[in-house]
């Protein structure tokens, strides 16, 4: 039976670069840094990196979004550290808003504000 969301991986082609943008975008260190895998823990779920999972278009894959407190905020922080958007902020319904990006290496990046979604 599934759990939840456990891990989040994406390929930034460089890892070093990877785990430098990331560090910035998340305003985090990496918890596991290893030469093959970085992994983040964001709220106690993982953001990983790994250059040996499968290349795949720009702006191409399954569409993760990671809950957020300030949607405008995180969202501008991450266009101005070199995310692309692919999808505008935008209210879906009951309060809650998702936003898309593409990380500087082509990866898909959901925010989503949700104000059902508290952690305790």
Not at 20 to 32: D, N, S
Request: charged letters at 20%; proline letters at 6%; zero cysteines.
């Amino acid at each position: 039976m599934f759990q939840g969301l456990r891990t989040v991986i994406y390929n930034p082609g460089d890892l070093e670069k990877g785990k430098t943008w990331y560090k910035q975008a998340l305003g985090l260190e990496p918890y596991f840094d290893d030469p093959g895998y970085v992994g983040f823990n964001v709220g106690g779920y993982e953001l990983g990196l790994n250059t040996d999972v499968a290349p795949r278009a720009e702006g191409a894959g399954v569409m993760a979004y990671w809950g957020v407190d300030d949607i405008e905020a995180t969202f501008a922080h991450l266009k101005s550290i070199g995310a692309t958007v692919k999808g505008e902020i935008t209210e879906v319904g009951g309060g809650i808003k998702t936003a898309e990006l593409i990380d500087p290496f082509g990866n898909l990046l959901g925010i989503i504000y949700n104000p059902e979604f508290k952690l305790p």
